[in-house]
Each structure stands twice: as structure tokens, then as C-alpha cells.
């Protein structure tokens, strides 16, 4: 009985050893963690956490411009801030050209985006590294350049959009200058921006398809076409839920194209919510716009949820 719990004890023992020094370098590596991330936490903490938690602060209170000096005697109005901006008829014309922009927007982005992976996945064979950087180039390339290029597109009396539709007899719009076309406009410059990055991912989801069950369907006599909507998207959903996501955030804050081409107009026909909060703030309206902003942070959320369930309950 001694001499079997011998060794036991020499084992725990050790054993004990082990945990013990493991415990001692688990915390120095904790502390040299925490001390080389000590520098972006208190960036983080003095640079975005903090002026999130004012800003929100702010917009239950009637802040502006002339309360800078005073920051302290500003007035506490609870929500009416929030019941402004929703009773705000012009807020509500925003947030219905936010809701244009999206709806159209997003799909046709993505579906582009989808066109474009599957070419270069399975139909181009020559250039791809060409045509890849080509549908690419337009997401990097600045906002100020790509609104030179559509104003010279879309100019009502001699831009290339016009010109085309001439040749078949179609009189052309003033397509930036009629509130009609106006955020037609910028959707299809949206579009056209943004859709390489929505391939670049899709691309990448493409590659990880399984290549035996494109196989093992075409052995069952599946042609292209049933291939890709039986074996390619489902596949690709984890993806499409990704870039849906994404894209849709992108595009419920949609306020450079705006900014750059039309200011909002014509009559507000393109005026978005960032937009019109980005105005409230240069008014010195600071507590109203700090509504706004949450308001649309409120939205992308429930939009992000709805479609994170609705994806969920497909699978």
C-alpha cells in the first residue's frame, strides 16, 4: 500500500510542478499581452469608445454650436430629439432614398458581382489577371475621380450615356439635374463601384465549392444551369449572407456618392440620412443630429438581424 502510493505522490507532485510553472508563463505571456495592446486600448478608449458613449449622451440633449464654451449647461430633453427627426418630413424623404438606394442597390451589386465571379471562375480562360484588376480598379479608385468620370457619362448634352441612346432615337434625360433620375443615377454609379468587390469575395467562395459534386451532378445529367443553382449557391450562401451584409451596411450609410455629385438634390431627391445628419452637424444642431446618427445605427442593426434570421432559417 506505501510503496504503490509512492509513486502516486512523487507523480502529483511533479504534476503540481508542471501546473504550476505553466501557470506562472501563461501569466507573463497575459501581461506582455496586455501590455503590448496597452497602446491601442487607450487610443481605442479616448478616440472611439468615449466619444460614442458622448455622442450618444448628446442626443438626448438640445447641444449646438454656442454650447461649446458650456458644454455642461446644455439642456436634457430625453427623446424629443428622437420624436423630431421622426416627424421630420425631410428626414423621411432621406430615409426613403436610403431605402430606394438599398433596395435597388444591393441586389444589383451583388448580382453583377456574382456574374463576374462565375466569368472569371469558369468562362474566362484568357486575361483573367486583367479583367480581375479591370472589375477591381473602380472600389479602389477615389470617389472624386469616379464622379468626374459619371458627370462626363451622364452630361444631359453630349455625354456618352446620351449620345448612345440618341443613335437608336432616345432623347436623354438631364439624368443628375431631374429629381426623376437623379438617384437612378447614383444607384448605377454605386453599382458600378462597388460590385468588384462583391466579385473579389464571391470569387474566393466560388474556389471553395466542391469540385466532385459539380462532378457527381453532371454524372446525373445535370446541365450548367442546375449545377449552379443546385450545387454552386447553396455552397456559396455562407458567402452571399457575407457580402449581403456587408454591402447592405455600405449602402444604408451611402453619403459620398451624394456628397460629390448632386449635394442632395435636386429638390432632396438624393438626399441620404448620413447626408442629412452630415448637414444637421455643420448647422450646429449637434444633440438633433446625434438622433439621426443613432436612428441609422438602429436601422442597419435590425436590417443586419432580419437577415441573419431569415438566412438561419433556410439552412
Given at each position: 500500500?506505501?510503496?504503490?502510493?509512492?509513486?502516486?505522490?512523487?507523480?502529483?507532485k511533479?504534476?503540481?510542478?508542471r501546473?504550476?510553472?505553466?501557470?506562472v508563463?501563461?501569466?507573463?505571456?497575459?501581461?506582455?499581452?496586455?501590455?503590448?495592446?496597452?497602446?491601442?486600448?487607450?487610443?481605442?478608449?479616448?478616440?472611439?469608445?468615449?466619444?460614442?458613449?458622448?455622442?450618444f449622451?448628446?442626443?438626448?440633449?438640445?447641444?449646438?454650436?454656442?454650447?461649446?464654451?458650456?458644454?455642461?449647461?446644455?439642456?436634457?430633453?430625453?427623446?424629443?430629439?428622437?420624436?423630431?427627426?421622426?416627424?421630420?418630413?425631410?428626414?423621411?424623404?432621406?430615409?426613403?432614398?436610403?431605402?430606394?438606394?438599398?433596395?435597388?442597390?444591393?441586389?444589383?451589386?451583388?448580382?453583377?458581382?456574382?456574374?463576374?465571379a462565375?466569368?472569371?471562375?469558369?468562362?474566362?480562360?484568357?486575361?483573367?489577371?486583367?479583367?480581375?484588376?479591370?472589375?477591381?480598379?473602380?472600389?479602389?479608385?477615389?470617389?472624386?475621380?469616379?464622379?468626374?468620370?459619371?458627370?462626363?457619362?451622364?452630361?444631359p448634352?453630349?455625354?456618352?450615356?446620351?449620345?448612345?441612346?440618341a443613335?437608336?432615337?432616345?432623347?436623354?434625360?438631364?439624368?443628375?439635374?431631374?429629381?426623376r433620375?437623379?438617384?437612378?443615377?447614383?444607384?448605377?454609379?454605386?453599382?458600378?463601384?462597388?460590385?468588384?468587390?462583391?466579385?473579389?469575395i464571391?470569387?474566393?467562395?466560388?474556389q471553395?465549392?466542391?469540385?466532385?459534386?459539380?462532378?457527381?451532378?453532371?454524372l446525373?445529367g445535370?446541365?450548367?444551369?442546375q449545377?449552379f443553382?443546385n450545387?454552386?449557391?447553396?455552397?456559396?450562401?455562407p458567402?452571399?449572407l457575407?457580402?449581403?451584409?456587408?454591402?447592405?451596411?455600405?449602402?444604408?450609410?451611402?453619403?459620398?456618392?451624394?456628397?460629390?455629385?448632386t449635394?442632395?438634390?435636386?429638390?432632396?431627391?438624393?438626399?441620404?440620412?448620413?447626408?442629412?445628419?452630415?448637414q444637421?452637424?455643420?448647422?450646429?444642431?449637434?444633440?438633433?443630429?446625434?438622433?439621426?446618427?443613432y436612428?441609422?445605427?438602429?436601422?442597419?442593426?435590425?436590417?443586419?438581424?432580419?437577415q441573419?434570421?431569415?438566412?438561419r432559417?433556410?439552412?
Amino acid at each position: 500500500m506505501t510503496a504503490t502510493s509512492a509513486p502516486a505522490l512523487a507523480g502529483r507532485k511533479a504534476a503540481s510542478k508542471r501546473s504550476g510553472r505553466r501557470g506562472v508563463r501563461n501569466a507573463a505571456e497575459a501581461r506582455a499581452g496586455l501590455l503590448l495592446s496597452a497602446p491601442f486600448i487607450v487610443l481605442f478608449l479616448l478616440f472611439t469608445a468615449w466619444p460614442v458613449v458622448q455622442s450618444f449622451y448628446m442626443s438626448f440633449t438640445d447641444m449646438g454650436r454656442d454650447d461649446v464654451q458650456t458644454p455642461f449647461g446644455v439642456n436634457f430633453v430625453a427623446l424629443d430629439n428622437y420624436a423630431r427627426a421622426l416627424g421630420d418630413p425631410t428626414f423621411q424623404k432621406a430615409a426613403l432614398s436610403t431605402a430606394i438606394f438599398v433596395v435597388v442597390g444591393v441586389p444589383i451589386t451583388i448580382l453583377a458581382g456574382l456574374a463576374a465571379a462565375v466569368a472569371l471562375d469558369k468562362g474566362i480562360t484568357r486575361a483573367r489577371g486583367f479583367f480581375r484588376m479591370g472589375f477591381y480598379t473602380p472600389v479602389i479608385t477615389s470617389i472624386v475621380a469616379v464622379a468626374v468620370v459619371w458627370r462626363f457619362l451622364l452630361q444631359p448634352d453630349f455625354g456618352i450615356v446620351n449620345q448612345m441612346l440618341a443613335v437608336i432615337g432616345i432623347k436623354g434625360p438631364n439624368w443628375i439635374g431631374d429629381e426623376r433620375t437623379a438617384l437612378l443615377s447614383l444607384i448605377m454609379m454605386a453599382v458600378w463601384r462597388n460590385f468588384g468587390n462583391a466579385m473579389i469575395i464571391l470569387l474566393a467562395g466560388l474556389q471553395g465549392v466542391s469540385a466532385e459534386l459539380h462532378e457527381a451532378a453532371a454524372l446525373d445529367g445535370a446541365n450548367a444551369w442546375q449545377r449552379f443553382l443546385n450545387v454552386t449557391l447553396p455552397g456559396l450562401r455562407p458567402t452571399l449572407l457575407f457580402v449581403l451584409v456587408t454591402t447592405s451596411i455600405g449602402y444604408l450609410q451611402f453619403f459620398e456618392e451624394p456628397f460629390v455629385m448632386t449635394q442632395g438634390g435636386p429638390l432632396s431627391a438624393t438626399l441620404s440620412a448620413s447626408m442629412y445628419t452630415y448637414q444637421q452637424f455643420g448647422f450646429g444642431k449637434w444633440g438633433y443630429a446625434g438622433a439621426l446618427a443613432y436612428l441609422t445605427f438602429v436601422v442597419i442593426l435590425i436590417v443586419t438581424v432580419v437577415q441573419f434570421r431569415l438566412t438561419r432559417e433556410k439552412d
